[in-house]
């Protein structure tokens, strides 16, 4: 075989193998998916271990949200300032279109993100860490259903606590907006005006896709911890895939949520 | 006991906030409240100008509500009409403005600068018109239709071009002659010498005391004129009926010279002698009446102590001459009063 074909050969070898992994790959999600539903419906429901699950996932992430929305909010305000006096020489609405991206982006993809890198990280090492030590052979030793005990608390921690993140990450957004306009706006009029910029379905569409990035990072990041093999290394690379692979599915869900949502043209 | 419950306290107190936050959104972005502090105005348009749901209502330039749904109504049954209306907005007022919200309050569409947003501007209504009442439906005001006027005067300036177009010639023609106007007056003021040019001035500024002079005095004559220019104008008037009856007789005469045309030659001849008579006997009267004129004005003149039984002599005598044959007896006679008895 000629230099030139094995070069060629190689090439759709790796384009093929990478397809087909990653249709394997989102194969294997998709069922965790039907199997966390499915099992959540069914008792026993582990309201204390979801509960558990709810501090970990949510409270102990609030500071991190907090802060991140309060630095994004402070400074989507002072670009828009800066842009639109450049633009049309007034500052008035930056309140309105700050208030439209915190709606629309920020309170849920912002959020997300966060919450894909510090609780996706979180599970995928817990789980891969139980994997490897095979924690979870013993669970289905002991006839108890690993997706049951470990993926179904997660799942539903995570639907509830993305939905309070989100909402909390909106607030302080707002808020700091406002705390870089003061100068423009009194807080009345600062409500006004992004009171003219959204409605209460921009409220909905934050909750519908915290909704989806709630339900889409503990699968994958559990996914991934099932998948874990060798030792800590092993460990490691399943958290930076669970990482890595949740943050884009949250860019594409929200894409495709966004593209649903009445917003296009 | 806090230590045992820590992680449900914590949990509970989070999604309590976020709760919270959140009707706070929902009130602030959707005006949604516990207590209805607003009620509801339908207002009809036949045209909105982009009024969409969430337009802000204003009453003396301030916020008080916002248009909560858009309906479109059937089209009409008959021929359309100013008075059409194809939609129906329903407001959502606060209650805080009832009292200026009245029958006689005009539902404006408004915009907010060039390129502002619409909003529905009310004016707040006087005290003897009643309040309008909840779910009441009232006529909105139409804005004007600017996308119609430019149509309208797209199609002024469409035929204004044409006409320019058809008569391009015509202008050029008189534009050419115009400018070689310009240009021969232009040489022949060159060519003219100092003293010309000041005795043009002079004919010029005569020219124009004419006409100031001409102007005063057509005025002058237009006003002195008056008077009978409207003795004019109602003889014209008075003129115009009897015009049209002698316009009447004379189609009725030509008819009848048609239909005489179409008659046998000793029919023609039997009316042609008919006419002749009347003619005689019409020429007759006429002598008859202006003697009879001329002889009452001569009575009148000299006899001034006439009586009864002189008036009727001198009827007799009159009527005799004439060959008018009278019964012997009285001739009564219908006198006015003073005119003898």
Redesign the interface.
Known sequence: MSADLKFHMGFLLALGKGVLGALHTAGGIVTLLWQTVFYFFKPPYRVRET??Q??VI??DT?PLILIVLAFVGAVVMMELRYQLMRLIHTAEWSPGFAGIFMFREAATAVVGAMFASRVGAGIAAEVGSMQITEQVDALKLLRTNPVHYLVVPRFAAGI??M??LA??G??ISLLFCYLFCMDLHNFLSF??M???F???G??FVVLKKAFFFGMAVPIISCYYGFKAQGGAQGVGMATTKAVVYSILTIIILDFLLTGSAKMVG | MLKEYS??I??GA??F??LA??GV??W???D?TPIGRTYNVYVEYNFAGGVEL?T?VRLSGI?VGKVTHIEFLPPPKTAPSDKDVSLKLKLNISRTVRHRVRADSKFFINQAGIIG?RYIEITPGTAPSPEIQPFQVVRGTDPPRFDQMISQGMGVFGDVAEILEKNRDGIQKATEALMQAAELLSELTSKMSSEDINTLRRMLRRADNITEDLEIITHQLRWDLRPTLADIRRLVREATPVLRRANRLLTDLEDMARKLRDLPEDKKKEISKIFERMTETASQLQDMIARLDAFTAMVQDQYSDLDRIKIEKIIRRFLQEEGVRINVGEVKLRTREGFGK
Request: overall charge neutral; hydrophobic content about 50%; cysteine-free.
């Open positions: 509960l558990k709810m501090k949510g409270v609030t509830v606590m939905e309070v909402i909390m909106l607030a409500i006004d992004v009171k003219r959204t409605d209460p921009d409220l | 992680t449900e914590k949990v989070l999604v906030a976020a936050l959140g959104f929902l602030l972005l959707g949604y969430g802000p916020k947003e």
